[in-house]
C-alpha cells in the first residue's frame, strides 16, 4: 500500500505527497484558496483574469521568456479558476521537479501583470461570456449559479461584462496581494519524489510569502432559492433544469447520492437515458450530476426537448427519481456501483489523477482518505440505504430554470412534485 504523508510546513503550506517511486514523471498541484467567491462585488471575474495572467511576466521575465523556461523542462502546466479556487498543476519529468517548483515560485510571488496583456485576457473573457450565449448547456449551467448557491458561490467565474469592462491592471494585483501566500496554499504531489524533497523544495521556495497561518474560505453563505423561472432565448428546443439542496462530499450519505445519480445517469442503462430518452423519445440529452462546494451540495437533473413535450419531460425527470425509491434492484444497484468503481481504476491511476485525488481530499476533509475507504464505502451502499435516502432528503422545494421559447406555467410545475410526496 502506498503511504501518503500529509503535512503543513513551516512556510504554512498545507502539503500532500503520494509517493510512486517506479513511475519516471511527477504530478504536483497548487491550489490556492481564493476563487469568485472573494472577489469585490463590482470586480466579478478578477479571480479568473489573476489566473490567467499569473504567467505572463515575473520581476525577473517576460511572458515569453517564462514559456521557453518551461518548455526547456518539458513541463506541462494548467491553470483553473473556480469558485473557491484557483488551482495551477504541472506534470515534469523527476529530474526537473524543483526547477519547475522554482518557476512556478517566481509565478506566483513575482507577478507583474502587464498592461497588454490583462487587456487581452479582458477581452477573451468577454468573448468567452458571449460564447456562453450561444451554448445552451453551458449558458443553462450558468445561470443556475445564484439561485443554487447564492450570490457569492453562485458566481460565474468569468464575471459579468459589466464588471469586466471597469477591471484593470491595478484590480488583478490589489486580488493577488490580498489572497495570495503560503497560508492559502494547498500543494499535493505524486509520482517519483519523495515527501521529504517535496517538503524541502516548497519550503525553500515559498518561504516567507505572506501569511503562515491557515487562510481561506470557511462560512461563505451558502443559499437556496427555490422557484420556477424562465429565460426567453430564441432556441430550437427548451432547455430544462432542476436542483435542490443535497449533502456534502463529507456526509455519510454522500456515497449513497453518488450511487443514486450513477441509477439514474451513470451509463446508456441508466434511468434517465433509457426512460427519457430511448424509451419516450422526450430528450436530445439528458442528464444528472451533482456539484459540491465545501460544506453544501446540490443534485441537478436536466434534459433538452421540445416546447410540446416541455411539461412532460419536467414531469418524467422527477417521475424517475421517485421510482428509484419503489423498484430499484439488486442487478441495478450493482451496475451502478461497479460504474462508479471502473471509472476509478480506468481513470483515476494516472500520476495526476491521483495528485488530483489527494488534493480534493485535503480541500474537502483536511485529510487523504485511503482509496480502500473510499471503495468499501460505495461497495457497502444498498437498496435500503437508497431507499432511505430519497426519503430523508427533501425534494419539495426545487428550483426550476427553463431556457427556449416555452416556459413552465406553475401548474406543470405542481404536477411535477405530486407524486413526491416528500
Known sequence: MTEIVHKTLACGIECGVVP???????AFQIRVLAGACDEPEDRLGVARLVAETLDKGTQRRSG?????????????CSSVSGREAITIGCIVLPEHFERAVALHAEMLRTPTFPDDAVEVNVELARQELEALEDDA???LAKLFGVPAFGP???????????????????????????????????????GAVTADRVAAVFEE?????????????????????????????????VNIGI????????????????VMLGVLSGGMSARLFTEVREKQGLAYWVSAWQENPRGSGRVFLAASTTAERCARTYTTLLREVDRIAEDLSDDELQRAITGILASRETRGD?????CVELANDLFYFGRPVPDAEKIEKIQGVSVADIRRYLADHSRRDLCVLTLGPAKLTQLEHSSGQGGNGR
Open 20 to 26: 510512486f517511486p517506479h513511475r519516471h514523471i511527477v
Open 64 to 76: 515569453r521568456e517564462l514559456f521557453d523556461a518551461f518548455d526547456a523542462l518539458g513541463a506541462s
Open 137 to 139: 448547456q453551458d449558458l
Open 152 to 190: 457569492l458561490l453562485g458566481r460565474h467565474p468569468l464575471g459579468e461584462k459589466e464588471t469586466l469592462d471597469r477591471t484593470t491592471r491595478d484590480d488583478l494585483e490589489s486580488f493577488w496581494r490580498s489572497y495570495f501566500s503560503a497560508g492559502r496554499m494547498v500543494v499535493t504531489a505524486a
Open 205 to 237: 521556495h515559498f518561504n516567507g510569502f505572506g501569511a503562515r497561518n491557515k487562510q481561506g474560505r470557511s462560512d461563505t453563505a451558502v443559499a437556496f432559492t427555490p422557484g420556477n423561472v424562465h429565460h426567453d432565448k430564441d432556441l430550437e428546443q
Open 243 to 258: 436542483c435542490w439542496p443535497a449533502v456534502d462530499a463529507t456526509h455519510d450519505d454522500f456515497p449513497v447520492q453518488q
Open 350 to 354: 494516472s500520476t495526476r489523477a491521483r
